[in-house]
């Protein structure tokens, strides 16, 4: 009897594996700090580096369009209000490439917007890019793979919309793509896992959807996925972290939702996650940080929120051979610490070379090449090194680097090692 159990559970085990969607309860959420602005909805978010941006959004049931903009660390677990974007407007597509975030189309009542604008954290600035190419729109969807960006879908003038376009930020133009697999959408959710972008769930005009759709820009083609798990959904957020992605919250149309889902795309499956445990919410917003995803605003009609959560999945293990993070002492929660290889390549997983640990009162930072000569210097553990000097792609190999900070009990503390940049 014993081989018999042995293989049942085995053959149960293997057919979990085979379905579309397991249902065991994994995670753990943590509240943060509430969203530095006032409650809101429809408002949008992207993270550059170890920081969380969020802005414009709706912020009160008689509609009223904002175009604030806030940094959150998660380090310190503030928020810091910073240069307001152009141009008010809620429901707009945001996303990052490299060191830089990007934030377009929404509406302002009365107006579908088309400009498209780049923001650069270390001189808190916008730069208004090349207008979207396509409609004016909001409700639609953004992501961006490697160093492009992708916006397409929406709600404009004519709704629902299908058209997809790609943005290169090196030359500042838009080119259109295949039209999105699942047809014209409306409040779809999207993100990107490696050289593939995913899309899913949203309204198709006339009612809530669930297919899941993935992109593959190197054939411009989309092919059809696992459904999302749960009940049919719009308004929902969506992010990804390491290999695997996420969904979540939402409403299909007459209740709020506050579940979670994980996808992992070599399965193929849906795993359902530890809830949210607060409101249910729609068109809140999501990004993710190193290895943990956030969730904040939204709204539970008619009531607006402003909390902030801060989820980590128990699934997730991002480690690889060739990148680790030294722990710190078991005396010194504060010690610094570098990773031993970064991968400055686009992706926006590992491009920067940041030092951990703190919070610091001071930090100095430099990075030199074989010869001796400084390639990088940073005051503001924020700011990391992309692998470049004199806006020039340094070459794989090793680099030494100098560190030296001042923690919160002004303890003075130097360190000195090298990394491995990856290309």
């Not at 593939?196 to 669930?210: E, I, Q």
């Not at 459904?227 to 409403?251: D, H, L, M, Q």
């Not at 090449?369 to 340094?394: I, L, M, P, R, Y």
Request: hydrophobic share 35%.
């Amino acid at each position: 009897m014993k081989p018999l159990r042995t293989t049942a559970a085995s053959f149960i085990l293997l057919l979990q594996l085979c379905l579309p969607f397991q249902t065991k309860a994994q995670g753990t959420w943590t509240q943060k700090a509430n969203f530095g602005g006032i409650p809101r909805q429809g408002a949008t978010g992207f993270s550059i580096g170890t920081k969380g941006y969020v802005g414009t959004g709706n912020d009160s049931v008689s509609n009223w369009v904002q175009d604030d903009f806030w940094e959150y660390d998660p380090i310190s677990d503030v928020w810091t209000q910073k240069a307001n974007i152009i141009g008010s407007r809620f429901l707009a597509v945001s996303f990052s490439i490299g060191t830089k975030g990007y934030l377009g189309t929404g509406y302002d009542f009365g107006s579908f917007h088309t400009d498209f604008w780049e923001y650069d954290p270390i001189a808190n600035t916008w730069t208004q890019k090349a207008n979207f190419a396509g409609a004016g729109r909001y409700q639609a969807v953004g992501f961006s793979i490697g160093k492009k960006g992708y916006v397409g879908t929406g709600a404009g003038i004519s709704s629902p919309l299908s058209d997809f376009w790609e943005y290169d930020p090196v030359s500042n133009s838009w080119t259109k793509k295949a039209n999105y697999g699942g047809g014209g959408r409306q409040m779809p959710v999207g993100f990107s896992i490696g050289t593939k972008g995913y899309v899913g769930t949203g309204n198709d005009g006339s009612f809530p959807t669930k297919d899941f759709w993935e992109y593959d820009p190197n054939t411009d083609v989309w092919t059809q996925k696992a459904n999302v798990g749960g009940p049919t959904r719009e308004g929902a957020i969506g992010f990804a972290i390491c290999t695997n992605g996420y969904i979540g919250t939402g409403s299909t149309g007459s209740s709020g939702l506050n579940d979670l889902w994980e996808y992992y795309p070599g399965s193929n499956t849906w795993l359902k996650l530890a809830s949210l445990p607060a409101s249910p919410r729609a068109n809140a917003i999501g990004f993710s940080i190193d290895t943990c995803g956030y969730i904040g605003t939204g709204c539970l009609n008619p009531t607006l929120l402003g909390d902030f959560w801060q989820f980590i999945s128990d699934t997730i293990n991002c480690t690889k051979a060739t990148v680790t993070v030294p722990p710190p002492t078991e005396n010194k929660k504060n010690d610094p610490a570098i990773p031993t290889a970064f991968t400055p390549n686009g992706d926006s997983k590992n491009d920067l070379l940041l030092v951990r640990g703190g919070p610091f009162n001071e930090i100095d930072f430099r990075v030199f090449n074989q010869w001796g000569q400084e390639v990088f210097h940073s005051n503001d553990q924020s700011v990391g090194w992309n692998g470049t000097f004199k806006n020039t792609a340094q070459p794989a190999g090793v680099f030494v680097w100098t560190l030296t900070v001042i923690t919160l009990d002004n303890e003075k503390i130097k360190k000195s090692g090298d990394v491995t940049l990856l290309r």
